[in-house]
């Protein structure tokens, strides 16, 4: 029996979070399609692929299967504070294997800060960090 109420929560988490059907699959190491099947009751996701959407989401187990979470968790209002980014990573692909990055943004900043750095300074810095890891 398809459980409607998860398939609107995972379709109201991702829109929520700005994430698209294929960002949502290469976090689960799925396919689009496979993805969209959970949003559409088609397929349910197996208990550690709940267990993993909930702990990204930050919700519990129980609110994302049997809560509706388009009331418990409304999007901001314009006058609505935000403490944190809603996406916890950047997605990119490594250039040599073609796999995917999850970046913090801290770790963004950080490559955009050395992307400015003179080049003598990236040689200090990269040096020290070969020296230390």
Do not use: C, H
Request: hydrophobic share 30%.
């Amino acid at each position: 029996m398809p459980n409607i109420q998860l398939s609107n929560n995972l379709r109201y988490l991702r829109k929520k979070y700005g994430l698209t059907q294929s960002q949502m699959g290469e976090i689960l190491n799925i396919s689009r399609q496979a993805y969209s099947n959970y949003e559409t009751s088609s397929r349910t996701p197996d208990l550690d692929t709940l267990l993993f959407l909930a702990d990204f989401y930050k919700v519990s187990l129980d609110d994302i299967v049997l809560t509706n979470l388009k009331d418990k968790m409304p999007y901001p209002g314009k006058n609505d504070r935000i403490s944190e980014d809603p996406v916890p990573y950047i997605f990119t692909k490594n250039t040599k294997t073609g796999n995917t990055i999850y970046l913090k943004d801290e770790e963004m900043d950080l490559i955009a800060r050395f992307r400015a750095l003179s080049n003598e300074n990236k040689q200090i810095i990269t040096g020290f960090l070969r020296a230390n890891s």
